[in-house]
């Protein structure tokens, strides 16, 4: 087809594996772009797309559908307020806190973070928060830092009234917040970044790494983890956890934070101190720490899987498993995993952590075998989607890891209309 070499602009440019988004996602783009510039086909604005930076940068804008708001994934930056106390007690004084947000889109990722730390006591020059997107009109929204409906969800709305007053246009941001941040357009494969090695204390990026393909992946992460410090925490999107544990990093251990550090050293700063208790949850964590060992790991027989405790009901024990299972406790979790199996319905959440912990403890049949059992109950489950998609990946099937991502992708952008 015509428009692969546009498909091939993208990946080149920004990374973007199209099968992800859709073809037709980009195709709407294209005649969107082709009418503006008043080209007459596809060939036409081929050569139009060659001799201008900035119709490059517009094909790109058209194409990037940014979707974000405050607060999103509120665990996240209540476990950043944590962290950030610990770290700035090693640092003591050496330097202010630095923090990343990339892509940070139109300003609502780093100015939670910001008011996150400003709201759990930091004082405003012990910190800094640069911001990056690859969308000149993303960061220019950003700037002016005004914000309709769409950014404020949830029911939890108390920070707007503290850090936002209301204008004709929609909710103006406090300069307070405003200048904990710097924002700038950059790019995620700018090979400039890796020279910036350790700068930063905690990276968020988030709901990225599902839009590449897996060399792209390994290539970004390589990125990050030069910019995240060793002893830095780096926060990623609820379905890229697989990815991360595969290439050197582990869950920091706080529930639904999306929070990862270096496998092979944590942080002093969490050394000896307790990280804050987990809530229940309601939806798994996406990775145990993994198994130092390569071999397959001992399962317990049926007749050591204890009796569960007394009136324990179904939520219980689901939040049980997601407790051992993100404490890395793994026997633990599958023998739980399996008494709710044995008292209950089967419940595609459980056969996800059944092989996540097969993943995870190389037992690469057993984890595809559970992983599509949960997609047998449950086809639009996105954590097993991304999971199965990568273990796939490297078992060399790029056919079916491919199929996995599509569906995965069209799950994130549809939970997200």
Known sequence: M??????????????????????????RALRQRCAVVQAGGLDDYWLCLQQSTAEQQALIEAVIVPETWFFRYPESFTALAGLAQKRQAELAGVRPLRILSLPCSTGEEPYSIAMALLDGGLD????????????????????????????????????RDRHFCETDDGHQLDERVRRQVNLQVGNVLDPSLKSQEGLYD????????????????????????????????????????SLLTRLGMRPVGIAQSFAYVRHEDPPPAMVGQPLPQPRPLTMPPLAPRPVSRPARMPRPAPAQIAAPPHGQDESELLATIARQANA????????????????????????????????????????????????????????????LATLLASQGDEAGARRMQERAARVGRESER
């Open 202 to 241: 905690f990276v968020f990026c988030r709901n990225l790494l599902i839009y590449f393909d897996v060399p792209t992946q390994s290539r970004v992460f390589e990125v990050l983890k030069h910019l995240v410090h060793a002893q830095g925490v780096l926060f990623i999107g609820p379905a890229e956890g």
């Open 124 to 159: 405003p020059t012990s910190f800094r928060i640069d911001g990056m997107d690859i969308s000149p009109s993303s960061i220019a929204r950003a700037e002016k830092a005004i914000y309709g409906r769409n950014s404020f969800r949830g029911s939890d709305l108390v920070f």
């Open 2 to 27: 015509i428009e692969q070499r546009f498909f091939r602009f993208l990946q080149e440019r920004i990374g973007l594996d199209v099968e992800s988004v859709g073809a037709p996602m980009v195709e």
């Open 328 to 387: 890395g406790d793994s026997t633990q979790a599958r023998a739980s995993c399996q008494r709710y199996l044995q008292q209950f319905a089967p419940k595609a959440q459980v056969f996800y952590w059944l092989g996540l912990l097969s993943d995870t403890e190389g037992d690469t049949q057993e984890a595809i075998s559970q992983y599509r059992k949960a997609l047998y109950l449950e086809p639009q489950h996105a954590e097993t989607l991304v999971h």
